[in-house]
């Protein structure tokens, strides 16, 4: 059982930036980040295999957030910059123990508690 305790959430303004963590009890294959705002399906931000640090961008995620790991710290990290009104959300780290389709949440296997991010206009 891998536990992960996500941080780093708040209330910025537009335009801002943010980074959230998650610290990992154990090692995983890849970790993840996913989001879900009001009345919406939670969505894929980014995920990274650990062992090589290879980052797969996934669709909400392109081109101003940036996902990394300290393997020393077993700890995930999601970089957020120009943030927006729309990127409001609870962010969710996640974290499976095999390769595949890494925008199907079934496919993680453990999941954070959630940090909220509010971004005012």
């Known amino acids: 059982q891998v536990q992960l305790v996500e941080s780093g959430g708040g209330l910025v303004q537009a335009g801002d930036s943010l980074r959230l963590s998650c610290t990992a009890s154990?090692?995983?294959?890849?970790m993840g980040w996913f989001r879900q705002a009001p009345g919406k399906e939670r969505e894929a931000v980014a995920a990274?295999?650990?062992?090589?640090?290879?980052?797969i961008d996934l669709e909400s995620g392109r081109g101003r957030f940036t996902i990394s790991r300290d393997k020393d710290r077993n700890t995930l990290y999601l970089q957020m910059n120009s943030l927006k009104p729309e990127d409001t959300a609870v962010y969710y780290c996640?974290?499976?123990?095999?390769?595949?389709?890494?925008?199907?949440?079934?496919?993680?296997?453990?999941w954070g508690q959630g940090t909220q991010v509010t971004v005012s206009s």
């Open positions: 996640a974290a499976r123990n095999r390769h595949g389709n890494f925008y199907s949440q079934r496919e993680y296997n453990y």
């Open positions: 154990g090692r995983s294959y890849a």
């Open positions: 990274i295999i650990w062992d090589s640090g290879l980052t």
